[in-house]
């Protein structure tokens, strides 16, 4: 849990408080406010990692607060803390994207197995998550549908030429061996494949070559390298 940033907004100024302490001393960092309004100019200029929002405050209520938070980080967890039990809320607060909700007064201990328990699944998921489309230069490519936009022009691409394609997109502005993009293509490094690659090399270049943000470089005895300008 270190480097985890926890925005806690809870206008209980002594429980808030103890809460910020337990969760430090549990290995986070919390930022903790006391109203909605203060808690969104907060999350606005910072990074989170997770928001535990509090139901009924002041300025802004927490329902209000996590559809702008939503509006502005659709994919950051939100857990919901209230002093009420009412089926309604906890549906409401469900459909406007909580990932979990807690009711007052709640273990400490709860809340942090809670906070490690969604942060597990969002890690999990980005882990799962695929990357299908590059910006490359003024270009787009879809790796998925194997399709490169140039300019106003699409050009559907082979599955060779692709799999080149999204490994220099991958290791864009940095050098892509000559070994693992062979690797990456056929799975070994038969000399033969040497040739075969540079000519592939060449057929990514003329593509790109209308797009003048785009550079693929030959770097003699190391490999390729696309330069996103």
Request: net charge negative.
């Amino acid at each position: 849990m270190d480097d985890l940033h926890i925005l806690l907004i809870d206008d209980e100024v002594q429980y808030s408080e103890l809460t910020k302490e337990y969760l430090e001393m549990r290995g986070c960092k919390v930022t903790l406010k006391h109203d909605g309004l203060a808690g969104f100019e907060t999350f606005k200029q910072n990074q989170f990692d997770l928001c535990v929002l509090d139901v009924k405050m002041p300025k802004i209520d927490g329902f209000t607060l996590a559809e702008e938070i939503k509006s502005i980080d659709e994919c950051v967890p939100i857990i919901f803390l209230t002093g009420q039990s009412l089926k309604e809320d906890k549906i409401k607060g469900l459909t406007l994207g909580a990932d979990d909700y807690l009711t007052k007064p709640f273990s400490m201990e709860e809340l942090y197995l809670r906070i490690r328990v969604i942060l597990k699944r969002v890690k999990a998921q980005e882990k799962t998550k695929i990357v299908n489309e590059f910006k490359v230069g003024s270009s787009v490519f879809n790796s998925e549908l194997r399709e490169l936009s140039v300019l106003n022009k699409t050009i559907k691409l082979t599955s060779i030429e692709s799999k080149l394609l999204t490994l220099l997109c991958q290791y864009q502005n940095k050098v892509l061996t000559r070994d693992i993009a062979m690797l990456g293509i056929w799975g070994d490094e038969e000399h033969f494949r040497g040739y075969s690659l540079n000519v592939y090399v060449s057929k990514i270049r003329k593509f790109l070559k209308e797009d003048p943000m785009v550079e693929i470089l030959n770097l003699h005895g190391e490999g390729y390298k696309l330069i996103n300008k």
